[in-house]
């Protein structure tokens, strides 16, 4: 993996974890977090929407939105879990 490949993927993972921090009400990061967050969620999203049969185009934007879904359903979890 290249310098700018790590790049991509760290940016990719920063706006799907801020995007995701302002879906779900009450969780906000910071810069690391954010990236944290948006990797996971990426990895999230990869298992759980092939899985529904749910395919999203390529690209920058795409993996944005992938990662997005993913993040936000990772939040999710995570807002459940802490009210119990």
Do not use: C, D
């Amino acid at each position: 993996m290249g310098i700018e490949s790590l790049l991509i993927f760290l940016l990719i993972g920063a706006i799907a974890g801020w995007l995701a921090g302002l879906i779900v009400s009450g969780f906000g990061f910071g810069l690391l977090g954010n990236i944290i967050v948006g990797i996971i969620g990426a990895f999230v999203a990869g298992f759980v929407l092939p899985a529904l049969g749910i395919q999203i185009g390529g690209g920058i934007l795409g993996s944005i939105i992938h990662a997005t879904i993913g993040a936000v359903l990772l939040l999710f979890v995570v807002k459940i879990v802490k009210k119990a």
